[in-house]
Each structure stands twice: as C-alpha cells, then as structure tokens.
C-alpha cells in the first residue's frame, strides 16, 4: 500500500482541530498487523444520528436487506419459514440509504487516514460490505475465521474495510476478534475448508488462532482492517441488537474485475 502526502488536521465548527491521519504509531500497527482500532473516532452526535436512523431501518425491515437464514452459518436459523427466520443480520446498501451513512462514509476523519494507507484517490467500493450489520439476540449466528478478500474480485488484493461501532462491542454481543499479522501471510488450500473458512483442525491454524485479539469497542470507535486479516465474530448473546456501519475502500487504480460480482455497482470517489 502507499503514503499519500501529508495533509493537515482540518478545524471542527467549534474550532477544535479534527484529525484526518493515522497516527505514527497506529500506521505503525496496521502495517504490522493489519487492523488498528481508532478510539473514539465518531462523536456521539454522529454516532447517535446513525444509530437512529438504522434503528427505524430495522424496524421497518427497508429493503435490501440480508437474513441470518439466507447464509446458513452456525446458530442461524434453518430457513426463512423457521422461528426466527426473518431476523435481519445486514442492512445492505449503506450509502445510498441515507445522508448520515453517506456523511460518515466519505467523511475526512475516514479519507485522510484511507489516503495514507491506499494513495490520494480512494474509492468506497458499494458492492461490499457498504451496510449496517445488525446482529440481533437469540438468532444471530458465529462468523468463522475468514478473509473478506475470499469473495471479492480485484486486480489487486488491497482493500480496506471501516468499522464503525455504533453501541458498546464485546464477545458476548459478538464482536470482532482478529488474527494479527495474517494480511502478510499464504495460505495453502488445504488449510481452508469449502467456503474458504480457516480450518481450526489443522494444527498450524490452531496456533495462528490461539494469538487472536478480540477488541473491546465504545460508541464512535473505529476499526480499520486489511481485507487478508483473518476476522472472526461470535453470537449476540445479550438481549440488545449490536449495530455498526461498515464500508469497504480501494484505490481508484485497483479496480474490479470485469464481469465480478465487485463491479456490479459502481465505485463512490472520496
């Protein structure tokens, strides 16, 4: 990935001085690890406007949305007819949804840093992720170890997916864990199952993911991970919804395979 140039803190409307980059150190970290959280990023007026917003999505089930039924992963329900079968896990399509998605999703907080880590000319790729995850008690089911790059078609296998925590996250409402390092690292076949998951059976796995990290998140942290980082999330087992805004990037040279499920919706400029 590039350094774009340096470019300077922008002002806030109060005139308090907003930072648009990485830090050395948390460059440092996502270099080396492939994920780095940004405490407190998000304020909590725009957490608490996006939050409502896809909290009345929700509630009126605004299409296009994702069910837990349809991806059949572990503790989903078994079809769209069981109980629980209609619960929502993703609202799709964030950015064309409403302006407080759009706000955040091209905002300078996001674009400065994405320009250090991908070049000047980044792009919000609204064919993956570019939704609010909903994972809802009682029927939101466990992610296996995965890249996110698995499913995607690029000339180039950089992209970078943010993570807006919307509400507290933590394992027992199913947060995010990551395995450091792994953006770096070849994975031969064998140690994938079908679905290109990371098979916890093979004996090298095991040990990649006994160094997991599982980051507890507040309201307005932010998550920005490699899409080869092997990520993982578990169940909500607590009786509140956990909402978060994800959008994924690339660099405007790195483009979609023609004829892709990535280059069916066209890329967003920053």
């Not at 690029?154 to 509400?167: D, H, I």
Request: net charge neutral.
């Amino acid at each position: 990935m590039t350094r774009s140039l340096r470019r300077r803190p922008r002002k806030e409307a109060g005139g308090s001085i907003m930072q648009v980059q990485f830090s050395a150190q948390e460059r440092a970290q996502f270099d080396s690890q492939g994920f780095v959280v940004v405490r407190g990023l998000a304020d909590g007026a725009t957490c608490a406007h996006v939050l409502a917003v896809a909290r009345d999505h929700l509630a009126r089930a605004i299409a296009p949305v994702e069910y837990e039924a349809q991806l059949h992963y572990p503790g989903a329900p078994q079809s769209l007819d069981a109980p629980g079968g209609h619960t929502i896990r993703r609202l799709l399509q964030a950015y064309a949804r409403d302006p407080v998605f759009r706000g955040w999703g091209a905002g300078a907080a996001i674009a400065g840093r994405l320009r250090q880590l991908l070049g000047p000319e980044v792009l919000l790729a609204q064919a993956h992720h570019n939704c609010v995850m909903t994972k809802q008690p009682r029927y939101s089911s466990v992610t296996g170890w995965h890249q996110d790059i698995r499913y995607w078609s690029f000339q180039r296998p950089e992209l970078v997916s943010v993570w807006l925590a919307l509400g507290r996250e933590t394992p027992e409402n199913g947060c995010l864990s990551f395995i450091p390092g792994t953006h770096r690292m070849a994975f031969t076949p064998e140690r994938l199952d079908d679905a290109s998951f990371l098979r916890e059976d093979v004996a090298e796995n095991r040990a990649l993911i006994d160094e997991h990290q599982t980051p507890v998140l507040e309201p307005g942290d932010v998550v920005f991970f490699h899409c080869r980082t092997f990520h993982a999330a578990g169940a909500n087992r607590t009786d509140a919804t956990k909402f978060s805004l994800v959008f994924t990037y690339h660099a405007a040279d790195n483009a979609p395979l023609p004829g892709t499920r990535s280059a069916d919706l066209p890329a967003i400029a920053l």
